[in-house]
């Protein structure tokens, strides 16, 4: 069995409670994606993967079940209300198995744009009423049905990234009312770093949701110090605005990729070689810290984590010997051991080879 290179500085002692999206946080969350549209959420593995993200001092993990998106405004969906029918085990599992491991979780929904024609979420809006009408009616659908499957979910959020729909007030109002009708939790939206001031119904949700990709220095070469004067700037700029409408905030995304414009642009997926390193170490420090520090942002969902035994993706990787530590000294000031189950992954990738072999 492979280790990762962690020394065990003080035992696991430490424990956090894990409680919902209010005054009472912090919220120490992953976001766990997935390999395959979400199947993955639904194996034994999710067991495993959850205890590891628990040991880091985590107390919140989410998922983000995929709805498809088109130009014409229909989402893909399927309906679970017909007698006999259920929501799929990927949305349902995963709720039972975090508050198995004493977990919260949330669940946020993402539209799958790509191959779609829109560049991003944000780009998502429809040229007719006819086709907007499509859109709310079929958006409406999806989310519901998320909602209820997910009622024991501990937070939800009715919608991610889409700047391009906010102006439709009476829309957001009408579904966050009726998602309130099927589901008990906490309740919020997932906003874009650069448009969460135009969200006109933060005051029909519980905690303000913003995906944290703030850029935070411009400089080719950002000091530590340069890094931490963004983050009193930005914190002071959230803790304004949070006052402001009488709501904490909850960065629902916050990332940060090996890239040597990661500082200026944290939402890019751009990946450079291992010289820009320190960097990714040095803002993933930086901004743990500022988080813990500024009592008007209740936490954070880190992305991004992916079910064992493939925990790291290609990108904004998290599950890696270098940052775990970095997460878990912020969170609770001890660097664990976590094991790796490499006959897991043997078999994973045997599988892969098998079905690639098939198709041939």
């Known amino acids: 069995m492979f280790r990762y290179c962690f020394i065990l500085l003080f035992g696991l002692g430490v ?3 894990a409680r919902a999206f209010d005054d009472a946080l912090p919220v120490r ?5 997935t390999h ?3 199947r993955d959420w639904a194996r034994d593995e999710m067991v495993s993967t959850l205890r590891d993200i628990k040991i880091l001092g985590a107390n919140w993990v989410a998922i983000h079940p995929y709805a498809g998106i088109s130009q014409d405004g ?3 969906l399927r309906r679970f209300e017909g007698a006999g029918d259920s929501a799929p085990a990927h949305w ?3 709720i039972v198995e975090a508050h198995a491991q004493g977990l919260k979780i949330c669940i946020k929904p993402h539209l799958a744009y790509w191959r779609s024609g829109f560049e991003w979420r944000g780009e998502i809006a429809f040229r007719s009423e006819e086709e907007w009408a499509r859109f709310w009616a079929d958006y409406r659908a999806w989310i519901l049905s998320v909602a209820h499957a997910c009622k024991d979910a501990d937070a939800f959020v009715v919608g991610t990234e889409l700047d ?3 102006h439709h007030e009476a829309e957001w109002r009408a579904l966050i009312a009726e998602v309130r009708k099927v589901y008990r939790g906490r309740v919020t939206y997932a906003a874009n770093w650069s448009d969460y001031k135009r969200v006109p119904f933060w005051d029909a949700l519980d905690v303000i949701g913003i995906q944290g990709y703030f850029p935070i220095s411009q400089k080719e070469q950002p000091t530590e110090a340069d890094l931490r004067a963004g ?8 803790r304004a605005y949070g006052e402001a409408i009488d709501r904490n905030i909850v960065l629902t995304e916050l990332g940060y990729n090996q890239s040597y414009r990661t500082a200026a642009e944290p939402w890019a997926y751009r990946v450079d070689d291992a010289g820009a390193r320190p960097l990714q170490e040095m803002c993933w420090r930086v901004a743990l810290e500022a988080i813990e520090n500024e009592p008007r942002i209740a936490g954070a969902l880190l992305w991004k984590w992916f079910p064992n035994p493939r925990p790291i993706g290609r990108d904004f990787q998290l599950a890696t010997p270098r940052i775990m530590p970095i997460i878990a000294r912020a969170w609770q000031g001890e660097v664990p051991v976590i094991t790796f189950d490499e006959e897991a992954y043997k078999r994973w990738r045997e599988a892969r080879r098998r079905r690639r072999s098939n198709r041939d």
């Open 164 to 166: 391009k729909t906010l």
């Open 74 to 76: 229909s989402v893909g």
């Open 15 to 17: 424990a956090f409670e």
């Open 36 to 38: 395959g549209g979400g």
């Open 29 to 33: 969350g992953i976001t766990i994606s």
């Open 92 to 94: 349902t599992r995963p």
């Open 231 to 238: 983050w009193e700037r930005l914190a002071e700029e959230l």
